[in-house]
């Protein structure tokens, strides 16, 4: 015995005789610590006095003729100055004389400290995932098999379905509703073919409390295959988000939209319909101003009231022109006729639009042409218009009797300044 024990790399020990004095080899040695040499021909009991009451059993059964065993056996013991915890695997196995009578106990021993402390940190840290994984905000579950049994459905996954009583139960027990519906087919073709898939914004119709009506959710997620450690297809995980609230949303801003579409489209029909309407009387009132004049003769108040008719006839004349423009803008009616024209020119016919309402707000207006006399591309009647405008726009907030000043610019790349005083 002692031979193998000193022939071996595995710690050993041997308790021999009436007092169990200990016989071990070098592997032992790192066991033993600071007991170390004293340990060698001393009692057992005196070596390892700090747990002698919890290996004392284990001894006495292997001193009656039958072997011991225990594997990651918790110690307190003091090799070092100081108590620490630490585990042992090992066994005690009798040893007979010559007399064929039990002599001592052989022992060989492994401390398991180290593994133990890992696998309780592991353990630790996946309880930790798992309380992570339960409360994480959203939609989770693992399914096992081709049956997809519930092994893990997280707080999340139980809020979107409606209840918290799925792990262990087939998808089809615990959700019956969804039949019909395509997800039990998409977790059979998953687990079959190994490929994941991706669903977004997909209906959902559950029953959310027990006897209750169908509702509809929509939820994005994946289904994504998991595998054992040979590699072969085990179960699905399934990770998602429920997005009923903001589809719902997204579909009342979308109907919101239609219905500020709607609302538009009408309004500009009624503001082409009523530019058309104003149009009609406009020429009858012109008309019946020049007739007016025309049948005046020298009546000096009649010729001024019909210059008042006729000068207000044009300018709403002209305003109707701009609400059909607006009508036409709105719709995307206005189609640019492009053509080379002077700028001079499109000043003087502004002028002309806009002349009558600064003489009737008495003002005076200077016109201002810098050199250079370059031609344009451009729609006339919107440039006319733009300039237009603008000198409507120089009269209205110039004070009566004020001057207004319109230059003319070369081709800088400057525009056409307006400015009133």
């Known amino acids: 015995m002692v031979g193998m024990l000193l022939n071996s790399k595995f710690p050993m020990f041997l308790a021999w005789g009436p007092q169990l004095s200990l016989l071990y080899n070098d592997a032992y040695i790192e066991i033993l610590g600071d007991k170390h040499p004293s340990a060698l021909g001393s009692r057992l009991e005196d070596t390892w006095g700090e747990v002698w009451g919890d290996v004392r059993p284990s001894v006495e059964q292997a001193m009656s003729g039958h072997a011991v065993y225990a594997e990651n056996l918790p110690l307190t013991v003091n090799r070092r100055g100081y108590n620490e915890s630490a585990w042992f695997t090992f066994s005690y196995s009798p040893v007979r004389n010559e007399s064929g009578e039990v002599g001592g106990m052989f022992c060989a021993v492994v401390e398991t400290t180290e593994r133990v402390l890992a696998e309780r940190h592991r353990a630790d840290e996946i309880k930790r995932l798992q309380r992570l994984f339960q409360q994480a ?67 959902i ?125 709105t719709r995307g009616l206005v189609e640019l006729q492009m053509d080379t024209v002077d700028p001079h020119a499109i000043v003087e016919n502004a002028v002309e639009q806009a002349r009558p309402l600064m003489q009737s707000k008495k003002h005076s207006l200077l016109i201002v042409h810098e050199p250079g006399h370059p031609s344009i591309i451009g729609d006339r009647n919107r440039l006319v218009q733009v300039v237009a405008n603008l000198l409507n726009n120089a009269t209205k907030y110039t004070p009566d009797g004020g001057n207004i000043t319109l230059w003319v610019l070369d081709s800088t790349g400057q525009c056409n300044t307006l400015n009133s005083a």
Not at 190 to 198: E, H, K, L, R
């Open 205 to 329: 119709m559950l029953r959310r409390e027990p006897n209750g009506s169908l509702e509809e959710r929509f939820v994005s997620f994946i289904y994504q295959p998991t595998l054992d450690h040979l590699g072969n297809i085990s179960g699905i995980f399934v990770e998602g988000i429920d997005v009923t609230a903001s589809v719902r949303a997204l579909k009342a801003l979308q109907i919101s939209e239609n219905e500020l579409k709607a609302t538009n489209h009408r309004k500009d029909e009624f503001l082409a319909m009523l530019a058309h309407e104003l149009r009609n009387p406009l020429a009858p009132i012109t008309n019946a101003a020049e007739m007016l004049r025309m049948i005046a003769g020298g009546d000096a108040r009649v010729l001024r009231a019909t210059e008042v008719i006729t000068r207000q006839a044009k300018h709403l004349s002209t305003l109707v022109d701009d609400l059909l423009d607006v009508s036409r803008v």
């Open 137 to 203: 905000p959203g939609i989770i579950a693992i399914l096992r098999g081709p049956d997809h049994i519930f092994d893990i459905a997280n707080d999340g996954y139980c809020r979107f379905i409606g209840r918290d009583d799925s792990v262990g139960k087939t998808v089809r027990q615990a959700l019956p509703e969804l039949e019909g519906q395509g997800f039990y087919e998409l977790l059979d073709q998953v687990y079959t073919s190994g490929q994941p898939y991706i669903g977004n914004e997909l209906p």
